[in-house]
């Protein structure tokens, strides 16, 4: 099972910052924290992980709270393409790959 | 870069009949994994191979479900007999390594299964 809780849905202005919050208050301490999305029609696409740090790279930001138990991640400028399911999964370490369990994410629609 | 190629984007078939899928991963990529997403719901893994040996097949149906990697680069995934509840789309998915936490997996396009 995901070790994770997303809300179903969420809507956003374009043009205005998306946050996705994600709780996973059962997080071990040698788990990463995984960011995919989504998009209709289309395989997941990763987008962010990180362990402790906040983390932002050319597509998002990743804020994770000081005691792992939960977090935002932030598209800065939404746009309509950005329209997706938003995966949040907290990643096993494994020397031989961190299996991927995927909850039911957040479907973010972004609205003219 | 090409990425992950997947055939076919669709099959439809009737339940008891035998399917199959390909895919062909990112070029030097060991692990191969491929996925069941049932409609409103997330991907769930059925297999990963790093190379051509299996790491984990703990959720592969396997009274049915079959797959193979045997040169360690293009991998087939077959059902049979298939079942109405298996109507999916199958996803594969690509990474440099299993072994490190950030070698991200790359996901082909999928192939939508109908079987009626």
């Known amino acids: 099972d995901a070790k994770t809780t997303q809300p179903t849905s969420m809507d956003c202005a374009e043009g205005r910052a998306a946050n996705l919050p994600c709780n996973h208050s059962t997080i071990s301490g040698n788990e990463y924290v995984y960011w995919y999305r989504q998009i209709h029609s289309q395989g997941p696409q990763y987008i962010i992980h990180g362990l402790k740090n906040n983390e932002t790279n050319e597509m998002a930001s990743l804020i994770i709270t000081e005691d792992r138990k939960s977090s935002t991640l932030i598209l800065p400028h939404a746009t309509l393409r950005d329209t997706a399911v938003y995966y949040c999964?907290?990643?096993?370490?494994?020397?031989?790959?961190?299996?991927?369990?995927f909850g039911q994410g957040t479907e973010l629609s972004v609205k003219p | 870069e090409a990425g992950v190629a997947q055939s076919p984007r669709y099959k439809i078939i009737e339940k008891r009949q035998s399917v199959a899928f390909w895919c062909n991963p990112i070029s030097g990529h060991a692990t191969l994994y491929w996925y069941q997403q049932i409609l409103g719901q997330g991907p769930k893994l059925l297999i990963q191979f790093q190379n051509n040996g299996v790491v984990d097949d703990s959720q592969l149906p396997k009274d049915r479900f079959s797959a193979e990697r045997l040169k360690g680069v293009d991998s087939t995934l077959k059902i049979q007999p298939a079942k109405l509840e298996d109507s999916a789309v199958y996803l594969c998915a690509s990474s440099l390594s299993g072994g490190s936490l950030d070698n991200e997996q790359f996901f082909g396009p999928g192939t939508r299964l109908t079987v009626l």
């Open positions: 999964i907290v990643r096993v370490a494994s020397n031989q790959g961190g299996k991927l369990i």
